[in-house]
């Protein structure tokens, strides 16, 4: 896993300063690129915002940061910085935390570990005060061994004529759901923002695809264009990754413990 481009490791990627926003949106479009997240469980991911997930144990996640099984237990706060300030917070969202298991799966079904419904954005956090709980907030429990699982949080702008799918009006407990179809059945718009944390447990007996790093001094910012909430509809986002010619600063995704190990220490070989 180590190469060339590991060399170096600058600790900059948490930084949530607003004059990184664009390089901010680009990295996170790339980790869900190369951790295999976009195609295999998003068809597309042009976010209208940054999603921070946090915990009270470890702070605000970075994106595909490996924490505990137990740091990952209470119910995250999770704020928003919009991409371009006119993008607008208000209207209802759906959250879900999904597993979309170990970089590779090819699973059509992922595992539901939150979902509700008519969540909303207040002062850039997500508040569920008048939300409706299908799944209320379960954390990571992976199988012993399974290897580093990925746990989605996704943001979701509700349609004005929203209802929930047939299946999905009752109280559910984790179990395992079709997110697309889901997302069809209830004319969800494009995702408005996400994350995501791994959380493993025990020592992997299976082999995750191998995941590219995001190196984020070879990205081009996103282009602050954005609509999206209130279920208007449209993503945003126009950037492409470049081919990495610099390795100055970067992070890897998918790593398990190997992350938390990188984001630590100073790699010098
Ligand atoms: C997406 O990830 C794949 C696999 O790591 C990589 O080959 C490709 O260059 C990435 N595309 C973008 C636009 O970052
Ligand atoms: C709202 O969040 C609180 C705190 O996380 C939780 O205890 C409560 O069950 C949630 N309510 C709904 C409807 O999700
Ligand atoms: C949000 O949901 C509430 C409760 O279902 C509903 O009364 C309200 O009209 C919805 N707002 C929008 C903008 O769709
Ligand atoms: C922000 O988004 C609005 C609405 O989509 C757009 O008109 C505006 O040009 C964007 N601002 C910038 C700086 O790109």
Redesign the pocket.
């Known amino acids: 896993m180590f190469s060339l481009a590991l060399l170096t490791l600058l600790p900059l990627v948490a930084a949530q300063s607003a004059q990184n926003l664009p390089l901010e949106i680009a990295a996170i479009k790339a980790h869900f690129n190369q951790s295999g997240l976009v195609p295999s469980l998003l068809p597309t991911f042009e976010p209208s915002a940054l999603m921070t997930i946090n915990f009270p144990e470890v702070g605000d996640l970075k994106p595909g940061q490996s924490i505990t099984q137990a740091q990952s237990g209470p119910t995250p706060t999770i704020s928003f910085t919009p991409a371009n300030s006119s993008v607008k917070l208000d209207?209802?969202f759906t959250i879900f935390l999904v597993d979309a298991d170990i970089p590779g799966s090819t699973e059509k079904n992922v595992n539901r570990h939150w979902l509700v419904n008519?969540v909303t954005v207040q002062d850039n956090k997500l508040s569920n005060s008048?939300a409706t709980a299908i799944t209320s907030y379960a954390g990571p429990g992976p199988a012993e061994g399974s290897g580093p699982h990925r746990y989605v949080a996704i943001l979701y702008p509700?349609p004005?004529e929203f209802v929930a799918p047939a299946d999905f009006r009752e109280p559910l407990g984790v179990n395992a759901m079709d997110l697309q179809q889901y997302v069809l059945d209830s004319k969800l718009g494009p995702v408005f923002a996400a994350n995501y944390m791994i959380v493993e447990v025990g020592t992997a007996t299976v082999t995750p695809s191998s995941t590219a790093p995001v190196i984020t001094s070879t990205l081009t910012p996103a282009n602050p264009t954005g609509s999206g909430g209130?279920?208007s509809g449209s993503g945003s986002g126009t950037s492409k990754g470049s081919t990495p010619s610099n390795a100055a600063s970067q992070l890897t995704v998918g790593g398990s413990a190997f992350l938390a190990f990188l984001s630590s220490v100073l790699i010098i070989a």
């Open positions: 209207g209802n008519g008048s509700q004005a209130s279920g």
